[in-house]
């Protein structure tokens, strides 16, 4: 092991322990019984520990292409850790999508296996409940002394899913039958949900009442915001150019694939009857589920050993329904291959027949050639990527997001979505809204006017009360429960919904410009091996690295 390696190993250990919650997303062992401290000297301890860190990377030499690289990702890492740190940009730490509620709620959930639940450390992580939101709490307070409060919108909703949650865990211990364990479960699942009562109450009727109503951050803050999740700086007034342009792109290549399904037809009838044509359903869960796992399956039989050299431990992807709204999500397998790649899909419970015309484009999305593929092939690679590297995939949204609708095109490219209905699903649940996004994360973070043009509200300033309006007419969007989640999200986690549509931009550039230089000898499954093998990092590294 070299030195730098070692370096990033006892990086990776520190992490985990200072931020257990982190670590659980990242698929870390060994901190299943804990929640992260998310009071202030417990945050100072992780700014110090990305400092001290940075140094060392600083202050090691290094040898050969890898380290190199290795070196180069955890320094833009650690150098934006520092900068985030400095500029106090979390200090009122609530936001709707990956705040600590949320962080608390996740680490939870990826220790309820059913049956298989190891319940011990379920109880010990359902006892440190209370103390996880009574260090948030002390850190709330100590940003609210200096004048920092997060935006009314973001405790609001933060209020609302500490109430969300709590039927959650009542439900956990059902699971276990009976017995002191189980009464042992009940306590800590009351006590938890008592903690999240008060820590409701302490948002709603006492926090809010400092909280501002504004949600623009305006171009500083965000500009950090693009360097955490995008690893890149932006010119904002040309990204938001191309916006607009690649939201247009969508919308011409949508009315063309909806015209081959229903010619004359407007695009929203066309995606109505596609929602109710029975050549497009499933009768149920269990033939919904049958459905994303034969497409797993099939896509890593035809893949593997043309586009791409897929590993026997990556051969099967593990498919399950959820109950409830949301979205299709991937969780990447543990370090240790505990946990299996897994794609979540949730399915309303309801006994109305499934439409399924948007689900292929998903699946390859989050499966093969996407997430299943990139962050498993990460995670097996102990060759080249040292610990650091295998498990911070989730800390590159953009390399990673990026990946996934880079693997939607492909897919339509080697003839997966001909069907002129998946195709437009691929079009309408991928592309559009992740197009949507470039154009109202940096509207409503800078407050920009809509351009003439456009057909919407031309010349008027963006407003959260816009964005609803915009997604729910313009991109088809619903219910209006999700579009308002949506317009929270963006407002709550400035430059992340950028990570979809800018990540596949470069991944598609980084490609045309490789298929360019090579001329006749450009093999696509070999531009492939060599991307995935460089492992996660910032877009303008990645940029490079394909570049050389």
């Known amino acids: 092991m070299t030195t730098l390696n070692d370096l990033a190993d006892r990086y990776v250990d520190e992490l985990a322990a200072l931020d257990p919650c982190l670590a659980a997303v990242m698929g870390i062992a060994g901190q299943e019984e804990r929640l992260t401290d998310f009071g202030p000297r417990a945050a100072q301890a992780r700014a110090e520990l990305a400092r001290r860190t940075l140094k060392a990377v600083d202050d090691t030499p290094v040898a050969g292409d890898a380290e190199r690289v290795a070196a180069a990702v955890l320094r833009e890492r650690l150098a934006t850790e520092v900068a985030l740190a400095d500029a106090d940009a979390y200090g009122t730490l609530l936001d709707t999508l990956d705040g600590p509620v949320q962080r608390i ?3 939870v959930g990826l220790l309820d296996q059913g049956g298989d639940t190891a319940w011990d450390t379920l109880l010990a992580r359902l006892r440190a409940v209370p103390g996880a939101l009574a260090g948030l709490r002390e850190s709330l307070e100590a940003a609210r002394r200096g004048g920092r409060v997060a935006p009314y919108r973001q405790v609001a909703r933060n209020a609302r899913e500490c109430l969300d949650m709590r039927p959650y865990l009542a439900g956990l211990p059902a699971g276990h039958g009976d017995g002191v364990l189980r009464s042992a479960l009940d306590e800590a699942a009351a006590a938890a949900n008592q903690a999240l009562t008060e820590f409701a109450a302490y948002l709603s009727q006492e926090l809010a009442a400092d909280a501002p109503e504004l949600d623009a951050l305006g171009a500083d803050r965000y500009q950090l915001g693009v360097r955490e999740f995008l690893g890149t700086r932006l010119d904002l007034a040309e990204t938001y150019a191309w916006g607009w342009e690649e939201l247009a792109r969508v919308r011409r290549e949508m009315a ?3 015209a081959r399904i229903g010619p004359g037809e407007p695009v929203p009838a066309v995606l109505a009857a596609l929602d109710s044509d029975p050549r497009y359903q499933v009768k149920d869960a269990a033939a919904f589920r049958d ?7 099939g896509a890593i039989a035809d893949l593997d050993g043309t586009h791409f050299a897929i590993p026997e431990p990556l051969r099967r992807i593990d498919c399950r329904i959820t109950l409830g709204e949301g979205v299709a999500v991937y969780l990447a397998p543990s370090e240790d291959l505990s946990r299996p790649g897994t794609v979540w899909w949730p399915l309303p419970g309801s006994d109305a027949p499934i439409p399924v015309w948007k689900v292929p484009g ?4 989050e499966g093969v050639p996407g997430h299943h593929l990139q962050l498993g092939v990460t995670t097996l690679n102990t060759a080249t990527l040292n610990r650091f590297q295998r498990l911070s995939c989730e800390l590159h949204p953009a390399h990673v997001e990026g990946w996934g609708l880079y693997a ?7 003839g997966y979505l001909d069907d002129p209905a998946h195709r437009l699903g691929m079009l309408a649940a991928g592309q559009l809204l992740r197009a949507a996004r470039v154009v109202l994360d940096i509207g409503l973070h800078l407050r920009l006017p809509i351009p003439v043009g456009t057909g919407f509200h031309e010349g008027e300033r963006w407003t959260p009360r816009l964005g609803r309006e915009f997604l729910a007419e313009h991109c088809g ?3 209006a429960g999700f579009v308002e989640f949506e317009i929270d999200r963006y407002l709550g986690r400035p430059g992340q919904a950028l990570a ?3 990540g596949e931009k470069v991944w598609l550039e980084a490609r045309d410009a ?10 696509l499954n070999r531009f492939h091996r060599r991307a995935l093998d460089l492992g996660p990092m910032g877009l303008d590294l990645l940029r490079a690295e394909l570049a050389r």
Do not use: N, S
Request: net charge negative.
């Open 256 to 258: 063309e694939a909806a």
């Open 105 to 107: 709620r996740h680490a």
């Open 514 to 523: 490789a298929c360019r230089r090579d001329g006749a000898a450009f093999d």
């Open 477 to 479: 969007l619903g219910p």
């Open 408 to 414: 939607e095109r492909l897919m339509e490219e080697l």
């Open 500 to 502: 979809y549509k800018l």
């Open 291 to 297: 459905l994303i796992q034969e497409l797993a399956d």
């Open 362 to 365: 998903t699946m390859f999305h």
